[in-house]
C-alpha cells in the first residue's frame, strides 16, 4: 500500500479538528486507534476520507476501500494524537448528519437521552452500549460533551454513527415525542423513584430513557406528571451510587429484554 507523506499545511488543518468548533466547521472529526479504526470502516455507517498513518505503521488490512493514506513523523503524529500511547492510525471521518424528530418518534422502539453527560469516557461508553443494544436512536441534550470528541469518538470503539442521533433541547424534544405516544423514563437515585426491576418494559411501545448528569443526575425540569423517575436497588451500603455508563448499562438490559 502506497501512502505520501502529509504536508505541514494538511498536519496543520487535521490537528485543528482536535477542537469543536473546527469540527463543526469542517464537518470532520479524528477516529483514533486501530480497533476504533477498523470497526468504523466494517460497519460502514461513516464515510472516511482519508487515514493517517505513523510512519512504520502497516495500514494494509485497515484499507480495504483504498482511501488516501497520509504518513506522518512521530512528533508530528502524536501532536493529532490524543492519547498517551498513540497506536498509529487515525481515520478523517465526515460528521454523519442528524436525523429529525419526526423519524425517531416514528421508529419506535427505545431511545435514549443524554442530560449535560460532561465526561467524554462516560459519553463514549453509553453510545457504544447503546448500539449494543440497539437502541432505535439518541438525544444529545444541550450542555452534553460534543459526541465527535476524539475521546468520545474513542470510548464508543467504533460504534460512532450506528445510531440515529439528534441535538437539542431536551425539554422540548421529550414533550414533543410524548406527544406521539412515547413514555418518558429517568434514571434517578431519589428515593421517590421507583424501582427499575417494577418497571414493565412493554416492548411494543415507544419509550425514551433519560440519564443525567453524572454529578446532579437528570435536570429537575425534566421530571414531569407523565414521566416516571426510576432507581436501580443495590444490595450494598458502602456504595453512594453507580457510574451513569454502568446505570445506563442495567436501564437498556431491562427495557431491551
Not at 464515510?47 to 502497516?58: A, C, K, P
Not at 421508529?107 to 465526561?119: N, P, S, T, Y
Request: net charge negative.
Amino acid at each position: 500500500m502506497n501512502s505520501k507523506p502529509a504536508s505541514k499545511n494538511h498536519i496543520k488543518n487535521r490537528k485543528k479538528l482536535l477542537m469543536g468548533k473546527y469540527r463543526k466547521k469542517e464537518q470532520l472529526f479524528l477516529a483514533e486507534g486501530s480497533r476504533c479504526v477498523e470497526q468504523i470502516l466494517e460497519n460502514g455507517a461513516i464515510e472516511v476520507i482519508e487515514l493517517l498513518i505513523e510512519d512504520g505503521f502497516d495500514a494494509v488490512s485497515l484499507n480495504p476501500a483504498c482511501l488516501p493514506v497520509y504518513s506522518l513523523n512521530s512528533d508530528d503524529f502524536n501532536s493529532l494524537s490524543d492519547t498517551e500511547t498513540p497506536q498509529g492510525v487515525i481515520a478523517v471521518c465526515r460528521i454523519p448528519p442528524e436525523t429529525d424528530l419526526r423519524y425517531l418518534a416514528e421508529q419506535g422502539g427505545l431511545l435514549v437521552a443524554f442530560d449535560e453527560i460532561q465526561d467524554p469516557g462516560n459519553l463514549g461508553t453509553m453510545i457504544r452500549t447503546a448500539s449494543w443494544f440497539e437502541s432505535a436512536g439518541l438525544l444529545i441534550g444541550e450542555g452534553t460533551v460534543d459526541m465527535f470528541h476524539p475521546k468520545v469518538v474513542r470510548s464508543t470503539a467504533g460504534a460512532t454513527g450506528t445510531i440515529p442521533y439528534l441535538k437539542g433541547d431536551l425539554f422540548e424534544l421529550l414533550g414533543n415525542l410524548e406527544k406521539s405516544g412515547c413514555r418518558v423514563f429517568l434514571l434517578d437515585a431519589s428515593d421517590d423513584s421507583v424501582e427499575l426491576r417494577s418497571v414493565n418494559p412493554e416492548k411494543d411501545k415507544k419509550t425514551v430513557l433519560v440519564v443525567g448528569n453524572e454529578a446532579s443526575g437528570v435536570q429537575s425540569k425534566l421530571f414531569g406528571n407523565n414521566r416516571i423517575a426510576v432507581k436501580i436497588e443495590g444490595k450494598s451500603n458502602r456504595v453512594e451510587s453507580l457510574n451513569a455508563a454502568v446505570a445506563l448499562s442495567i436501564g437498556l438490559y431491562h427495557f431491551q429484554n
